[in-house]
Structures are given as C-alpha cells and as structure tokens.
C-alpha cells in the first residue's frame, strides 16, 4: 500500500501521520525545503470552536499533531479581541519538530521537489512526475493526496492581489503551486465576494527586535498587545479583502492587534510601512513576512477541489484532498482535520473497505460536510469557513456543538460512536 502526499502545509503532514498509522508506506512531497506551508507563518490554535475540533479529534485517536503543538506553544489560554482560550505556537521552531516526528513514525519526506504533471490510466493516477533541481522524478502509488494548499503562484498574487509581496511560499525561487487535481483533468472552483477573486491572507509578522522595549515585554509576558490605530490613519487597515474573517471585527480596524507567535503577527493583511513607523513603539518596525508587508499579502483561494464528505476528489478514482485544497477551509486546525480524514480514507479506499464519513454531530464532521454543501452554491462561495469565527462558528454555537469541556466533548465522540476510530 503506497500513498503519494503531495505538498506538505498542516494538511499533507496530518494526512502522512494518519495513512502510516494505517499501515501504508507513505511519501509526503514538498517543492520547499521545508514542511508546514503557510503554517511557518501562522501560529493560532485553540481559539473558539478550535478548542472543540481539537478536543474531538484527540478522542477520535487523531490527536498527535495537536499534541505536538500543544507542547510547542508560547502562549496558551490567552484572549485577543474575540477570540478567548487561544494558543500561540513558536512559529520559528515548529517545523523541525513535526519533521522529526514524521520520520520516526516511519513517512519518506522529500523536500525541494516539485509535482508538476500526473500520469494517468483512465480515472485513476498512476504516478506523479516532476523535478528535484534538474533532476527528473517520477513517483508511482496506489492512492494520492491533493494537499498542495491554493496560495501562489506569483501571477494569481498579481493578477487578484497587489502583486508577489514575498511570502514564505517563497514561488520565485522553488516555484509555484501546481495543482494535482486540476492537472489530474478536475474542474477547480475559487473563492469569490463581488469583485474579489481568492482571498487575502489576513496577516503579517514583524521582527520583534524592530520593536520598542514595551511592546516587546509585553508579547514575551502577555503573549497580546492591543495598540489603539489613531483614526486619521484607520483609512488604511484593509479587513474586507482578508481571508480570514473571524478577524475582520470592528475591534481589528481600530486597533493593531499584536500577538506573539515567536514573531510579533500582525493582524492585519498590510500596512504601509512608512505609516505604521508612525505609531508610538512601531518606530523601527520592519515586516519578517510577507518581506513586502506593507505592500500585500498573497492570494489564496482559487483552486479548490470538488470532493465529498470522505474527502475524495470527484472525478478521480484514487485521489483524495484535504486542508484549503477541500474547500473555503482556513486555518491550522482545519488543515489538521482534514488531513487526518483524507490519510485515513486514502488507506481505507487501498483496502478496498468503505470511507470513513464523520458525523454531523461533532463539529469536524458537520463541518467538512457543511463546507462541502456551501461550495455548490453562489453565496457559499463568498464565505470561508472556520471553527474559530464568522459564519461556521455562528453555527457551531447554533447546533449546540461548541464546547470548551475536554470531558463532554469526549462523551460526545463516544455517544457518536467515532471514539479512537483513527487509531484502529
Ligand atoms: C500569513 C498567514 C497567517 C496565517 N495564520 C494562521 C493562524 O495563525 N492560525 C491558523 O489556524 N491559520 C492561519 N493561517 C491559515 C493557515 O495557514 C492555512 O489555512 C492552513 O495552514 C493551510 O494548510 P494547507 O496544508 O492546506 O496548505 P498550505 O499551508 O498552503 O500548504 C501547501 C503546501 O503544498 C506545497 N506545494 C504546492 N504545490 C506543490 C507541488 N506541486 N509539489 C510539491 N509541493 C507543493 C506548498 O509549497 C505548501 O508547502 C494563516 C495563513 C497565512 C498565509
């Protein structure tokens, strides 16, 4: 049994660690020299409903990344506008310690090498092909995972944003994105309000070292910094365009929210450097990620997959997807569910046994159904989607499914009869 993962963000990592856990032998691919994606610039988890999707993954036996994660934070239980009981992972040492846990686990990593074309037999992938430097390579597998995430390449940041502004995708020098779906011959869809094709992405990082003594001191011991943006210049905080929206709240045009992630994150998708520096404490500031901070951010957001609830690609036998590839899905503990899901059902589909589909009565099953359903429609498509705020929050609260009680929601997993079900 050998299941291809390609592209190594939150989602293609969780989805290596669930296939292996299924037994199969299983090659995670990644065009960077370095897994996590956007996740090497985000650092978020636990806030609102997250706290609940992790909590339900831990008692479904799909819980390890969280854990990981969990022991690498700088901050836990902390609260910025909106958003209580959040936890801020070191941005800066994360990624080596998921590497080495994937590898002892048993998952092959190749990094620096590019997918760019699939070979097919009908409806089925046989192999992906592309290059690692001038070297050609060619990688055969019984199943396949899309986790190639919908950010880059440079063109989609120039032809729907303010252009490449440097982002820790870094397209310029590993080159872009390709998508396995699509060259798989699958219609993609992208996320679209009025004008705006994609979206935004909703942050930036500062250096922290650029920052006054108190700021500082406050991050290290607080994890939070709220700094008041003097009206004359809130004009220039662009929350509308922002992908993700749980944060585009009144109390974000206001303020500089600040939090510390190893970085200081900004949450703001950009600022003019030269007004920025105009703000007591942010005199020296200079942007860490994306490098043109003060210009844009990238493009996410055009390319996800058609799929259903098992997370298979409709169109191709073999081929599953999972984090921002499944759908309007933002964030870490979104990519970690689903990641987890599509592993687990690409070894189920090898077996020839039936997909796994989660209830709608936890939060991550009704979720990635939801999402699912929301993509076939007009309006679905101007939305994104995430435990931690906007539309799906709104939901989960609706349902009664957002919980904070470690124990109940591990009843709940056992009453929905999934309890440990990706350990088995
Ligand atoms: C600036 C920023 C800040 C964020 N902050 C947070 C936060 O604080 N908390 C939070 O929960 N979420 C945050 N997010 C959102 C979150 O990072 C993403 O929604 C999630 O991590 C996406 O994971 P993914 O695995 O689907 O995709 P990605 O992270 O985009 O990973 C896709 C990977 O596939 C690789 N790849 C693409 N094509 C190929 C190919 N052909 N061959 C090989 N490899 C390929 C890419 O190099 C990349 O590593 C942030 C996003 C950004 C951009």
């Known amino acids: 049994m050998k299941v291809i993962v390609v592209g190594a963000g939150w989602a293609g990592c969780a989805a290596s660690l669930s296939a292996r856990k299924q037994g199969a032998e299983v090659l995670l691919i990644e065009r960077t020299d370095m897994l996590l994606g956007t996740g090497l610039v985000g650092g978020i988890m636990r806030n609102n409903g997250r706290f609940t999707a992790t909590e339900e993954m831990i008692a479904m036996g799909g819980g390890e990344i969280f854990q990981l994660i969990d022991q690498n934070c700088l901050h836990r ?35 620096s090498t590019r997918i760019d074309e699939v070979e097919m037999k009908e409806s089925r992938i046989q192999a992906v092909t592309g290059k690692r430097g001038e070297e050609k390579v060619r990688f055969a597998g019984d199943a396949f995972i899309d986790t190639t995430g919908t950010a880059g390449p440079p063109g989609q940041c120039t032809k729907y944003g ?27 869809t992208a996320g679209r309000k009025g004008n705006q094709i994609g979206a935004m992405s909703g942050s930036c990082k500062l250096f922290k070292e650029s920052l006054s003594r108190e700021i500082v001191n406050t991050l290290d011991t607080k994890g939070v910094m709220v700094i008041p943006i003097p009206a004359s210049l809130q004009s220039e905080v662009q929350l509308s365009i922002k992908a993700c929206q749980q944060y585009a709240l009144p109390e974000f045009h206001e303020n500089f929210v600040l939090l510390d992630t190893g970085h200081a994150k900004l949450m703001t998708p950009f600022f003019p450097l030269e007004v920025l520096r105009k703000i007591p404490g942010l005199e020296n500031a200079r942007y860490e990620d994306p490098y043109a901070g003060g210009l844009g951010n990238s493009i996410r957001y055009v390319g996800m997959a058609p799929r259903d609830d098992a997370l298979k690609v409709i169109g191709v036998d073999n081929l599953f997807c999972a984090g921002e590839k499944a759908g309007l899905l933002v964030g870490h503990t979104e990519a970690i569910v689903t990641g987890t899901l599509a592993g687990f059902n690409s070894v189920r589909y090898i077996k020839k046994e039936k997909p796994l589909i989660l209830p709608t009565t936890l939060s991550v099953g009704d979720a990635i159904s939801y999402v699912r359903a929301q993509m076939e429609t007009e ?5 994104k989607y995430t435990f931690s705020g906007s539309v799906y929050f709104d939901r989960m609260k609706q349902k009664g499914l957002y919980s ?8 709940r997993v056992e009453t929905a009869g999934v309890a440990g079900i990706f350990l088995q």
């Open 77 to 111: 239980g902390i609260e910025f506008p909106g958003h209580p009981h959040a936890s801020l992972y070191n941005v800066a040492t994360m990624e080596p310690v998921v590497k080495r846990f994937l590898l002892e686990k048993g998952a092959q990593i190749r990094l």
């Open 162 to 188: 303010n252009g490449c502004a440097m982002c820790i995708l870094r397209c310029p020098s590993f080159g872009g994105r390709v998508s396995i779906a699509a060259k798989a011959g699958v219609q993609e």
């Open 379 to 383: 309006e679905g498509l101007g939305h």
């Open 404 to 411: 904070i009680d470690p124990k109940e929601i591990e009843k």
